[in-house]
């Protein structure tokens, strides 16, 4: 008799069946045992009543939870009464003829009968293979499996092709660490993991390849959060030959309304073609060059209307004055506000002010500061409501926009503004081309292999932070989904981009050899991008964290708990690579 699985018991009421599985759960009534059989189909109730054999009865005395069974049994439909409305089996049971023990299970080191949300985490990693058994877990691996088989043959109808690019290649600077892998026939020397396949997919476009496309892993030392996961994601990677931007925005938007729906078809896209909005009106308007756009709440300017024209000293002491109008906002308690302070600070404001439209003027927080022909003056000018809360931050315009940006992202939450179910994406366009880092210094703004708007002329005669690039975002509900661009294809406008940050034309060769040597032998215009496949599926499933659409995450250390990786490795394969390590100080 061939195995069935236990959705489809349903199916022969009346019939012998032979099913197997794990046991979930052992409820023993005395003369009436049940046994809660599981697999990946589902949960089927087993019962052993004083009519089942003496040899079936003993079995089930030592029978534990998580042990493997093999049952030979008949489907019987349940009393009326006894019906589970909860269980896609709940109108059946199985009374069985043979019990099969095929493996015994120690006691789980958690109940898997939950979430596991409620869990810690770590334990969670460690005993990870436990922890699939999970319904949850296991509905989100077979979901990822077909949203990627949907992609793929969305993709194939498409006429592009699936190319799997080296997982060994040379470093090259482009934005995160490397993973090294030491070469141990060239001692001295080493591979790196791939960060992205953004040269190969390139050179690819040299080759002729007309339309490419791959599911990439992408290997960067970074540290993790909750959507980004450590070590290695994976990214749905796409290059286009002689394109128009047009082209490349159209292949995403078709992309994500043609396959959401295989994975949460109780959500919606609410604008097609997605809106587009620049760099600048991103920052200025929403504090975010990835804005979440379910909400309005736009940061609004109050510079001319109050910059030194008050008491405030603050105010008159900063380069500009921008806030949010929160409508009707009076009901915000005293720790609110002060969480949302708190917010603001977290991103350098000195402090978030405050204060209310209440009986025609304003009331509360700075309201004393401020006269009343002023009050009168940035109610009407403002279109300011009863009840409306006003919250301002002073100071330099990018600490503003950013620490408003943070503000306004947490009163979407503290609003519940921000429904589930709507998937708002949206292109942020005109990248910098050039920005200072954090350190002070000039560096790229994006992608280093993006084409300047103007090309090799306008990185010859303007300021480099003038520059703009041909580079886009795709970003849906608040998190960056994508990154793309049209790319640098002319071997000394390369060069040139790189010169400016202090790279000899030799160190541009020498770390980019095979693009600058094949941008000589005819490379066609082409760009693409890459959309963020793991964090694309934690927003569409609503899974709070990224590791959980991974079968097997690191923790959020870096560490991956199950394995024991990162690990210590004997000196005889230290001594193949040729490589000693430091002792510690």
């Known amino acids: ?5 236990i959705s489809e018991t349903s199916q022969h009421i009346n019939q012998k069946v032979l099913i197997a599985g794990w046991v979930h759960n052992v409820r023993d009534h005395g003369q009436l045992t049940f046994l809660d059989l599981r697999d990946s189909s589902g949960l089927l109730q087993i019962v052993i009543n004083d009519q089942s054999s003496a040899d079936l009865k003993e079995i089930v005395k030592k ?62 990693l460690k005993y990870r293979y436990l922890d699939i058994r999970r319904p949850r877990l296991q509905n989100i691996i077979e979901k990822k499996h077909k949203f990627i088989l949907a992609i793929r043959n969305w993709l194939d ?16 600077p482009e934005g995160a660490r490397d993973f090294l892998v030491p070469s141990r026939i060239h001692q001295g020397k080493f591979f790196v993991l791939p960060q992205a396949p953004q040269q190969f997919k390139q050179l690819l476009m040299v080759g002729g390849i ?16 909750a959507d980004r996961h450590a070590g290695i994601f994976y990214q749905i990677d796409i290059e286009i030959a002689f394109p128009t931007i047009e082209e490349i925005f159209t292949t995403a938007e078709q992309l994500m309304k043609d396959t959401y729906q295989t994975v949460a078809p109780q959500k919606h896209i609410p604008h097609l073609p997605f809106p587009r909005i620049s760099y600048q009106d991103a920052l200025n308007k929403y504090g975010s060059d990835k804005p979440d756009l379910r909400f309005a709440l736009e940061l609004v300017d109050f510079t001319q209307i109050l910059k030194n024209q008050s008491e405030f000293n603050i105010f008159n002491q900063s380069a500009v004055i921008k806030g949010i109008i929160v409508p009707q906002g009076a009901a915000f308690s005293k720790s609110q506000i002060e969480a949302l302070e708190e917010t603001a600070k977290s991103k350098g404001a000195q402090g978030l002010a405050y204060t209310r439209v209440k009986n025609k003027l304003l009331d509360s927080g700075i309201a004393r500061f401020l006269s009343e022909t002023l009050q009168k003056k940035l109610i009407q000018e403002m279109s300011l409501k009863e009840g409306d809360l006003l919250l301002f931050v002073a100071d330099q315009l990018s600490v503003a926009n950013k620490s408003l940006g943070q503000v306004r992202n947490l009163l979407g939450d503290m609003l519940k503004l921000k429904d589930k179910n709507e998937l708002y994406f949206c292109w942020v366009t005109g990248f910098p081309f050039y920005e200072i880092n ?30 703009e690039s041909y580079q886009y975002d795709l970003v849906l509900n608040g998190y960056e989904l994508a990154s793309g661009s049209i ?13 400016i940050l202090g790279y000899s034309q030799d160190m541009v060769i020498k770390k980019f050899g095979a693009m600058y040597t094949a941008f000589q032998y005819g490379a066609p215009p082409h760009g693409g991008w890459a959309i963020g496949l793991d964090r694309l599926l934690m927003l569409l499933l609503d899974e709070d964290n990224i ?14 708990l199950m394995m024991g990786a990162p690990s210590v490795v004997d000196k005889t394969q230290l001594d193949d690579v040729g490589l000693s390590l430091k002792k510690s100080s």
């Open 63 to 124: 029978i534990g939870k998580e042990w493997v069974l093999e049952i030979e049994g008949t489907v019987l439909k349940r009393d009326p009464q006894t019906i589970n409305q909860d269980l896609i089996t709940g109108e059946i049971e199985v009374s069985p003829q043979t019990i099969n023990i095929l493996s015994e299970s120690l006691t789980p080191p958690f109940p898997l009968d939950s979430d596991g949300s409620e869990l810690d985490e770590a334990l969670r």
């Open 438 to 467: 954090d350190e002070g210094k000039l560096d790229f703004g994006h992608n280093p292999f993006s084409m300047p708007k103007g090309g090799r002329q306008a990185l010859d005669s303007q300021d480099p932070l003038s520059i």
């Open 547 to 560: 590791r959980d659409v991974y079968a097997f995450p690191l923790s959020s250390n870096g560490v991956d």
């Open 210 to 225: 007309n339309k490419y496309f791959q599911i990439a892993p992408c290997a960067r030392d970074e540290d993790p959060r």
């Open 487 to 499: 790319r640098n294809h002319e071997p000394e406008t390369l060069v040139k981009a790189f010169e």
């Open 157 to 172: 109808q498409q006429g592009f092709t699936e190319v799997i690019t080296p997982l060994l290649t040379s470093t090259s």
């Open 1 to 5: 008799m061939a195995r069935i699985l």
